[in-house]
């Protein structure tokens, strides 16, 4: 059951522009969104939260949005940086049950 | 701090073999995860553990793989016998408990059945 969705495998960006990588999902009980970076042959590293009862969440360059009547979220990076190229995964949680995206590969070129 | 550690980096075995992976967390986490990651798809739970019990397992075919967490901190996660649909990276995770936070996830095991 695929209740995370990122449809997007891959996405190209120039250094410098706003990287915007979006995530579905279908479980309305989902209480928390998170983003997830990997880098290969590392393990998934935390990158940015938010709580369902809140619309945006900042940490330096990177932003969450959700919109819970579409069922949408999405990271912004801005501005994009090389060091950013990596995969990204959203997840979802509800009762500490995390459910991962397929994930996007981000290629920022110089 | 140091990370979640996993052990081996790689391993290769042949259909019908049994393999076992290792973890130990981060000091203190409570919450401990395995994830299965099957190339091109997202991390897919596999077992949670708090502290030595087992949260959740819904997800572990339980025919061939199995999983301890002695004394609440270090696991290890069995197949057997392992099958060409198991090759897959199993990744560890650990956490403090509320899903905000994030997991910690180790660089995982790549596991290749021929």
């Known amino acids: 059951d695929q209740q995370v969705k990122q449809n997007s495998p891959s996405l190209s960006v120039q250094e410098g522009r706003i990287s915007i990588l979006n995530c579905d999902y279908t479980n309305s009980m989902f209480d928390y969104f998170l983003w997830y970076k990997k880098y290969p042959a590392e393990g998934p590293t935390f990158l940015i939260s938010i709580s369902s009862i809140k619309d945006k969440n900042e940490d330096g360059r990177f932003t969450v949005f959700l919109n819970k009547s579409a069922k949408h979220l999405s990271l912004h990076i801005v501005p994009s940086q090389p060091g950013d190229s990596a995969v990204y995964f959203c997840?979802?949680?509800?009762?500490?049950?995390?459910?991962f995206g397929a994930g996007t590969r981000l290629t920022v070129k110089p | 701090e140091a990370g979640v550690a996993q052990s081996p980096r790689y391993k290769i075995i042949e259909k019908r073999q049994s393999v076992a992976f290792w973890c130990n967390p981060i000091s203190g986490h409570a919450t401990l995860y395995w994830y299965q990651q099957i190339l091109g798809q997202g991390p897919k739970l596999l077992i949670q553990?708090?502290?030595?019990?087992?949260?959740?397992d819904s997800q572990l075919p339980k025919d061939r793989f199995s999983a301890e967490r002695l004394k609440g901190v270090d696991s290890t996660l069995k197949i057997q016998p392992a099958k060409l649909e198991d090759s897959a990276v199993y990744l560890c995770a650990s956490s403090l408990g509320h899903p905000i936070y994030g997991y910690t996830f180790g660089s995982g095991t790549r596991l290749t059945v021929v």
């Open positions: 553990f708090q502290n030595n019990g087992v949260v959740d």
């Open positions: 997840a979802a949680s509800v009762n500490n049950d995390m459910r």
